[in-house]
């Protein structure tokens, strides 16, 4: 069997490099090239991963001709993920963007309609691959906690500056902040178009795909800043109201020491409890049988769920539809709180839902 051929194209976020790692480790994968508009962005991925210079582009469609990968992953800025979509998607390939799935509705369904009806579209959000979100999903399915009724997130880290591949620690600067497109609002930045997407779309997995009704939102206003660094968000299903918050500028981050509050979710059920926070290796239940909370080890992660590239390969080549966030309809309607939420915050008042 030959490999997979895929090509990273658009370096806007860090995760590129990330997702090139997990190429590069599958065994059945290969890097057939990488693309960007700016070729200095690309020199850290070309050296970790002995990308030859042939391989390396900054015109997509040469990059698309010159390489004919299968599957095509996307970094651009969130604004960007609808006009990138447009252009690989002619090329008849697979096609993973990274969180979020777009900066509005309407963008998320131009890149549904833009894929070919036999290729398949994932949004890849990494917390889907954190073992306590896996766990309570497969104590939610065993009906451990009843019928899940809200969520309660709290997500975000020190800032999108401060971080890099890998998780390799920077210290960005008050220029550094003014060149990125996470404080541009009109390429999809701020802290609600970044985190506010974990919360809406695992949340929507959680409670099993449901719509809410309406949507509260308040952001903060930072100064000299065009976008917000927290906002708190409030859904209200018909089974009770769930909550999400996003935050730039948590005391720590997540995935090296936990902030208070803490990162992760809370899942609440007719039955019972959930809590499982980012990057630990216990979660903790409490039932009705059970009322004292009770601390289980996550369960491992498994083949082919071990990470999203892994996953999505093998819904291809198998021929298994998406499930769970990676899938377009569990995503969508996360999007669809998403741009509840913003309207609400810049109108200053609850909406309904939105599309």
């Not at 979509?85 to 309407?106: D, N, Q, T, Y």
């Not at 979660?283 to 892994?310: G, H, S, W, Y």
Request: with cysteine; proline share 7%; glycine share 10%.
């Amino acid at each position: 069997m030959s490999k997979f051929r895929i090509a990273g194209i658009n370096f806007d976020h860090f995760h590129m490099g990330d997702l090139l790692r997990m190429v590069h480790e599958h065994p059945d994968a290969e890097i057939a090239g990488i693309c960007d508009e700016q070729p200095p962005r690309m020199a850290e991925a070309a050296r970790n991963f002995s990308i030859p210079q042939d391989r390396v582009f900054t015109d997509v469609a040469a990059c698309m001709e010159m390489t004919k990968p299968d599957v095509v992953i996307l970094c651009p800025a969130a604004a960007r993920h609808g006009e990138y979509v447009k252009l690989v998607a002619p090329f008849g390939v697979h096609v993973m963007v990274e969180k979020p799935f777009a900066a509005s509705l309407a963008e998320a369904d131009a890149m549904i309609a833009a894929m070919p009806g036999d290729r398949l579209l994932a949004i890849n959000w990494p917390l889907r691959w954190e073992r306590g979100a896996a766990t309570a999903m497969r104590l939610i399915n065993e009906g451990v906690i009843g019928e899940v009724r809200s969520y309660h997130h709290y997500g975000g880290n020190r800032g999108p500056l401060y971080h890099g591949a890998d998780k390799i620690e920077k210290e960005p600067t008050a220029a550094d902040k003014a060149a990125s497109w996470f404080y541009q609002r009109a390429a999809g930045g701020g802290s609600l178009l970044d985190y506010l997407g974990y919360g809406t779309t695992l949340g929507t997995w959680f409670i099993g795909g449901k719509k809410p009704i309406e949507v509260t939102a308040v952001t903060d206003d930072p100064p000299g800043l065009e976008v917000d660094e927290h906002s708190m968000v409030v859904v209200r299903y018909d089974s009770g109201l769930s909550k999400c918050e996003t935050r730039w500028g948590t005391f720590t981050d997540p995935w090296t020491h936990q902030p208070q509050p803490k990162c992760g979710f809370v899942i609440c059920g007719s039955e019972g409890t959930i809590s499982c926070y980012d990057y630990t290796a216990t979660i903790r239940v409490q039932t009705r049988q059970q009322p004292q909370r009770t601390k289980m080890f996550c369960d491992a992660l498994r083949a082919p769920e071990r990470n999203p590239v892994e996953y999505f390969l093998h819904c291809i080549g198998t021929g298994t539809p998406l499930s769970g966030p990676l899938s377009p309809e569990i995503s969508r309607i996360g999007q669809q709180i998403v741009d509840s939420a913003v309207l609400s915050a810049r109108e200053k008042r609850t909406v309904p839902l939105v599309g």
